[in-house]
């Protein structure tokens, strides 16, 4: 907005009227030719030559400027369009994080002022800076928007690299217009809001819900914004993490953050369109973060310390994620993903088998399969860890030669697993075959002792299972395997099983072949009456 020659800057008021063109690519200069400002500022002439800044450009590197010219010069460095105290000399040691440029002055001229550059944490996030120009104010953006042909649709969008202060000011925020200028415009856009200023840590896209927010492809948050948040978050309660960013871009395709710390519950989940993320300082996902995100197909994590489960459970399309070797990775973290391969950085206690597809912890338990498919034979494995292969669809055979423990949820709703052969294993926990519904016919273990709760419920093909040396077998550990017909186990005392297995939900369970404490037996059952034949 202009008045009386005052350009509003993102909810800060810079006095200046740009006269010189931005020159992309290079820290041109940038003119003040204000009447209202400056008496007699019309007589004064234009300062020869061009101000450029050397120098890496993320906090803690030293920055000189240069002037072209032989004219006597002062120097004044800025930050955010503000005069920084004490930055008067040539070279300036970086501090923060920012939008930065340099004013030359001398006696009699108009003074220069380079392109507004940014500034960032580490050189890492700095790749980009020279292919466009740094926007720093919403007329900028508005004649940008209406300069460029590009925008028409999503694969084509306009690179909008932005430096404005985010936050909220008496009137509106700065983000509130760049949102109204990007909807007025009705372009797609890649935006990049590194280098804008926000009020703390945390970065609210709640506003982008209500107009704008379609038309953003793709954006890199604020390198100050730590964390995520909305006016409603995942429990309806004002600046709580956000329920997920499909209420906002509904049409973003990737997501960059480098000062982002955490991924909080749910705050991606069921995203239709998110295909690439990038959280290079992100140490937490939390539950669900990602879940049901079904184009995703990467996801980088160079720093994570733990994924916690469901994190990432039904992202069908996701072929690779990256993070560090000595992460903490919950059961059930990536269930479901059937495409992926793991990239791990760095040394730990998980490693990698099958060209990057299995998930291994301390060489020897296999913590996550879920792109397992057809036969699969593990020789070094001995624990199948906690819902290692839950949901993995395309499965339908597995040898474990070596194992010894099947942990919970090991194959829950692996629905086509057909065949399986562990030997030696002597634990089935709970739920471990739970919904392997549609194609295991017999299961035989033949050293097995335990058999947890549900450990076979809901296996409506199951019709033989054999378990000679069972010892302990838990509450509905058959539970709706509605066509079991026989059942094989060992030393168990007849009434720890049939109160369980008197009812109607396995109706066609008649035999059960039985090392009793009365000695060896075969029981059968009339209506809910088992009996020892003799």
């Not at 209406?146 to 700065?174: H, K, M, Q, W």
């Not at 669900?288 to 994924?307: D, G, K, M, N």
Request: glycine residues 8%; charged residues 20%.
């Amino acid at each position: 907005m202009k008045t009386s020659g005052k350009f509003r800057l993102g909810g800060i008021f810079s006095f200046i009227t740009i006269t010189a063109i931005m020159i992309i690519g290079v820290f041109a200069l940038i003119g003040c030719d204000d009447s209202t400002e400056t008496s007699g500022s019309d007589s004064l002439r234009t300062l020869p030559g061009t101000v450029t800044v050397s120098g890496n450009r993320f906090v803690g590197q030293t920055l000189t400027a240069q002037y072209s010219g032989d004219i006597p010069i002062t120097y004044q460095w800025n930050r955010w369009g503000s005069a920084l105290n004490n930055a008067t000399n040539q070279e300036y040691t970086l501090i923060v994080t920012g939008a930065y440029s340099v004013t030359v002055s001398a006696e009699g001229y108009k003074p220069l002022t380079s392109l507004v550059f940014r500034v960032t944490a580490s050189p890492n996030s700095d790749e980009d800076d020279d292919e466009e120009p740094v926007l720093t104010n919403i007329a900028s953006v508005k004649q940008r928007l209406a300069d460029d042909t590009r925008g028409g649709g999503a694969d084509s969008p306009i690179p909008l690299v932005l430096a404005i202060n985010l936050a909220e000011e008496e009137e509106v925020s700065g983000w509130h217009s760049i949102l109204e200028t990007i909807e007025e415009a009705e372009k797609y856009i890649d935006l990049d809001l590194s280098a804008c200023d926000i009020d703390g840590t945390a970065f609210n896209p709640s506003l982008a819900s209500e107009f704008g927010g379609e038309y953003i492809v793709s954006i890199t948050l604020p390198n100050a914004a730590e964390i995520i948040v909305g006016d409603k978050g995942f429990y309806g309660v004002t600046n709580t993490p956000a329920y997920n960013l499909s209420l906002f871009f509904k049409n973003l395709k990737s997501i960059r953050g480098d000062g982002i710390t955490s991924i909080t519950r749910s705050t991606f989940a069921n995203h239709p369109s998110l295909e690439s993320v990038y959280f290079p300082a992100v140490t937490i996902i939390d539950q669900y973060a990602f879940q049901l995100c079904r184009s995703l197909i990467s996801a980088s994590f160079p720093a994570v310390t733990e994924i916690k489960s469901d994190a990432f459970s039904l992202c069908t399309d996701l072929t690779e994620i990256s993070f560090p070797a000595a992460a903490d990775i919950s059961p059930g973290a990536f269930q479901g993903c059937t495409s992926l391969t793991f990239n791990l950085i760095g040394t730990g206690s998980l490693s990698v088998l099958e060209d990057g597809r299995a998930l291994v912890r301390d060489n020897t338990e296999l913590a996550a399969y879920p792109s397992a498919s057809d036969h699969v034979q593990m020789d070094t494995i001995t624990k199948i860890g906690e819902s290692a292969f839950h949901s993995a669809s395309l499965l339908t055979s597995v040898s474990f030669p070596a194992v010894t423990e099947i942990a919970e949820r090991a194959f829950y709703a692996a629905t086509y697993l057909e065949q399986v052969d562990f030997p030696i294993a002597a634990e089935i926990k709970g739920q471990a075959f739970m919904f392997c519904r549609d194609a295991l016919i017999e299961a035989d273990f033949p050293e097995v002792s335990f058999i947890g709760e549900r450990a076979f419920n809901s296996c409506y093909e199951l019709i033989k299972a054999s378990f000679p040396k069972a010892t302990i077998i838990s509450q509905n550990a058959f539970q709706m395997s509605q066509k079991l017909a026989e059942v094989t186990l060992g030393t168990i005392d007849q009434n720890d099983f049939h109160t369980d297995w008197s009812t109607g939900q396995l109706g066609n369970l008649r035999t059960v072949y039985l090392a009793a404490e009365g000695g060896p037996g075969t029981y059968t059952r009339v209506d809910t009456t088992w009996t020892k034949q003799p």
